[in-house]
């Protein structure tokens, strides 16, 4: 018969399993943002948002908080260095006001979480309060993490474009719980909306690349005959 620890074990390793797919999900993200040089108009929120959850959560799996939390904190500490690593990409690829909020975000998290587990390591002095203050906060930082992609809302809106709202992490958001399932399905309709529109809009913009190139090269083309034609006058 299959202890109830071993039941429990082997659902924290799905969890795990699901939580990994989610933090991997931008990955085609930041592969266009590798290519492209630069993060154009994505919003760094749903990456900040996701590096601070998973702060919170190492916090919560500490053995002076909540002992014996070894998949916690494997999980969140693997989900720790994903977000660095795309923070650090944003921050390599971004410039001026978005690069200065991206870094006052990073300070005000890790100031926030050096404070939550100061104060709580002084103050609760049971594993019991410990966990219960953590919890709360995480499930609370959690709820943000999911809605995170929606920070993009009223400029899909205004532009009636998706092109910088997240597909990837909307879809893989569906996977983790009911909250995750709701932010996920506001995402998705939004992309159902305008969906159409953004192909129309990609497509514009490509017409009109090209018609700048095609310009560029009949002015430039036109100047070389101009020059040649006049070293041939002397």
Same mark, same amino acid.
């Given at each position: 018969?299959?202890?109830?620890?071993?039941?429990?074990? @082997?659902?924290? %390793?799905?969890?795990? +399993?699901?939580?990994?797919? #989610?933090? !991997? /999900?931008?990955?085609?993200?930041?592969? =266009?943002?590798?290519?492209?040089?630069?993060?154009e108009?994505?919003?760094?929120?749903?990456?900040?948002?996701?590096?601070?959850?998973?702060?919170?959560?190492?916090?919560?799996?500490?053995?002076?908080?909540?002992?014996h939390s070894?998949?916690v904190?494997t999980?969140?500490?693997?989900g720790?260095?994903?977000?660095?690593?795309y923070?650090?990409?944003?921050?390599?690829?971004?410039a001026?006001?978005?690069?200065?909020?991206v870094?006052?975000?990073l @300070?005000a998290? %890790?100031?926030?979480? +050096?404070?939550?587990?100061a #104060?709580? !390591? /002084?103050?609760?002095?049971t594993?019991? =309060?410990?966990?219960?203050?953590?919890?709360?906060?995480?499930?609370?930082?959690g709820?943000?993490?999911?809605?995170?992609?929606l920070?993009?809302m009223?400029?899909?809106?205004?532009?009636?474009?998706?092109?910088?709202?997240?597909l990837?992490?909307?879809?893989?958001?569906?996977?983790?719980?009911?909250?995750?399932?709701?932010?996920?399905?506001?995402?998705?309709?939004?992309?159902?909306i305008?969906?159409?529109?953004t192909?129309?809009?990609?497509? @514009?913009?490509?017409?009109?690349?090209d018609?700048?190139a095609?310009?560029?090269?009949?002015?430039?083309?036109?100047?070389?005959?101009?020059n040649?034609?006049?070293?041939?006058?002397?």
């Amino acid at each position: 018969m299959i202890s109830p620890d071993t039941i429990r074990t @082997a659902i924290g %390793v799905i969890g795990n +399993g699901t939580a990994l797919v #989610l933090f !991997l /999900s931008p990955v085609p993200t930041f592969i =266009r943002i590798w290519k492209k040089g630069s993060v154009e108009q994505y919003s760094p929120i749903p990456y900040v948002a996701t590096l601070l959850n998973c702060m919170m959560w190492v916090l919560y799996g500490l053995p002076a908080v909540h002992p014996h939390s070894m998949l916690v904190i494997t999980i969140n500490g693997t989900g720790m260095a994903i977000q660095l690593t795309y923070v650090t990409l944003f921050l390599l690829f971004s410039a001026g006001a978005v690069r200065r909020k991206v870094v006052l975000l990073l @300070a005000a998290e %890790v100031a926030f979480v +050096g404070a939550v587990a100061a #104060l709580v !390591l /002084s103050l609760a002095h049971t594993h019991e =309060r410990r966990s219960m203050v953590v919890g709360i906060l995480c499930v609370l930082f959690g709820t943000g993490m999911y809605a995170a992609p929606l920070s993009v809302m009223k400029m899909v809106i205004q532009t009636k474009s998706v092109e910088y709202m997240p597909l990837f992490l909307s879809l893989a958001s569906l996977i983790p719980n009911g909250l995750g399932v709701l932010f996920a399905v506001a995402q998705l309709v939004l992309y159902a909306i305008y969906f159409k529109s953004t192909q129309e809009i990609i497509e @514009a913009r490509k017409r009109k690349a090209d018609q700048v190139a095609m310009t560029e090269v009949v002015v430039d083309g036109g100047s070389k005959t101009n020059n040649h034609a006049g070293a041939g006058c002397y």
